[in-house]
């Protein structure tokens, strides 16, 4: 119901919340406004296409241009200047007659000062008592959105002992009753019975409806300092604009500012919630998100991009306080910039941010450094696998509190994470929902919902940082680095880089970290002792200090950093040169040539691994600002990709022992020749004896043929647990064994 439906009812009802003579001369100056700035004509196009358009949208630069004065009694008068508004808008439809009487066009304002400073942008956070009942604007990220659903605005009853139908207005979530039945003072009417007299009957085919939605949105993570929390909003959309947004949509909320009392059990409380009546809606562009840049950063930024050694910068400037991992620091610097997303003409989709999972032994300072990217990058998210919400990593549709017994869909960490970077600790420990559809979000960085008659795909175009535990607490060296990761293989190719990090007792690395670590803390006590004292102490050494301190800190402030990252993202996307196209080439082709040569006749690399070879390379370039992926970046991305290739599917060897089938499978290339080798033995023990075979005939035909007991144990295992074999008797005292099936 709009306001001027609501004035109009309360008039009739003898409820006047204006005199019409205060409320005439803004109608008048309304009407002023909209012709003078041609909205007449935009009226009579509405009119003459309703309902399938019933809103009118007027830009408040307008207003501020036709009348200052008048813009900010919308701004702090909104209900009365709207409801005025209204009226002329009806007016203006009616000398059109192009509309029938009793349709009602929304007014509503767009496009409001998005400066902070004007005073009617607000943050989330800085929203305070002042600015109840006013008009403002928000932006943020949507977390929560109910499903669409009629709620009466002006409910029709019909008393149950005489007929009489009266009609209340319902401006509360709960629904309100007649207190009695309508009697006019001429004895006409209704009954004039109370409520406790007789009964009331809603009649849903006259009362009036109108389509609602609640959301809920949070600060943008842009937008945060630090490890600061987001804060969020509630928000009440009606009408044509309900139904318009999918959690993880960047909006801004155009509205009034009102409260509701809190309640506890039927006591009422002094404190209020507050929530947003929304007016309108725009959606932020893509690129919409910017970073204050200033003249002198701007040079700050030029110098660094003509460093040579930018990417070592960068490098260092990652969690200055964790000793080592060079390696691993040089692969975060290159996801903090990322590959350039791509759309191909047969409108196929190639993703440019780049996946990482670290995995470590406990205490090897995986969390931290997840942390620090959060931090560092814009639109960063930390999250935890094992304590995310109800919506995971993902999303979800989810009956709660908030939807108020409404189906409710709620964007996961990957989906409000979009076009910036999710940091997900304890990877390995998502729920099983999320795993079913982490593949289509890291590949396809989409995410479909379809529950609870709820249908949608929502985006999460995010580079994902994953951090995980080994499956059995520690790595062993004994078996490859994919089958010691709890997660399961198809996710695991989906990573462009995995970093296994190890905590192995070694003399000289023990004490340079130990070393580093008390450094650290030595360094962190003398910031507290000296802090606001300087040379005042005794003690105060400043060159040590100095010197000490220095060690810690970032090569490049982390703010610059951001900016710096930023405006990369934004300007730089390069293109492959023809040195960097070779070389990439030769490399791919050179490594595939070595799986036909090696004895185990494995695939050594795919195709997914080349495509991460062009991210990374790509990164590297961005993250020189330059607008080529030169022969030195290709180079780059071959030695990080092979490093982590050596690492997980090599067993630290070189290329001739890698087997991509660890992470496409989950097994090795081997073990299943061997595996297949095994069925083979088997079968021919049934052919010789219909009845069954022993494990250990098996056992010695399998030796006798150049396999190891112990790896004829553990495929036999494997056999049992997925069912493959099964005991049907005994001969003598071992038992007999069948096929299932061929393998």
Known sequence: MTQLQIRNYRSNKGEHTLPESASAPLQDRWEEFLVHYGYDKKIAVIASTYPEERSLYVKYEDLEHFDVEFADELLRSPIRVLGAGEMAVASIAKMAQTMDEGHMIHLRIKELPSEKQSGIRIGIRDIRAKDMSQFISVEGLVRKANEVRPKVLLAAFRCLRCGHVTTVLQEESSLREPLECEKNEDGGGGCGRGHGSTRFKLLKDIST??????????????????????QTLVAYLEDDIAGQIFP?????LNGILDSRMRQRGSQGQTTFDIFLNVNSLEFQEEDAYDLDISDEEQIQIDELAANPNVIELIRDSISPTIFGLEFEKEALALQLFGGIAKLMPDNTHIRGDIHILLVGDPGTAKSQLLRHMSDITPRGIYASGKSATSAGLTAAAVKEEFGEGRWTLEAGVLVLADKGLACVDELDKMSKEDRSSMHEAMEQQTISIAKAGINATLQSRCSILGAANPKFGRFTQSDYIADQINLPPTLLSRFDLIFPIYDRPEAAEDERIAEHILNSHLIGEMR??????????????????????????????????????????????????????????????????????????SVPITARQLEGFVRVAEASARARMSDDVSLDDAERAIRIVREYLRRVIGRGGDELVWDSDVLSTGVPHSHQQRRLAINSMMKELLAEDSQGFTLAEVVEIAVQRGIEESRVMAIWEDLRKTGDVYQVGKRGEEPLYKLVHEL
């Open 528 to 601: 507290v002792r000296y802090k606001g004292q300087g040379d005042s102490d005794e003690t105060y050494d400043r060159a040590k200090f100095e010197a000490l301190d220095k060690t810690r800190k970032p090569c490049i402030d982390p703010v610059l950093l951001r900016k710096y990252v930023f405006y990369s993202k934004k300007h730089k996307f390069p293109v492959l040169t023809r040195e960097a196209i070779d070389r990439l080439k030769s490399y791919y082709l050179e490594v595939r040539k070595l799986g036909e040569s090696s004895e185990a006749k």
């Open 209 to 230: 409806f109108v389509d609602t939605e609640k959301i809920e949105i949070q600060e943008q993570p842009e937008e945060l300092n630090a490890g600061a929390q987001p």
């Open 248 to 252: 993880g949509a960047r909006i801004i």
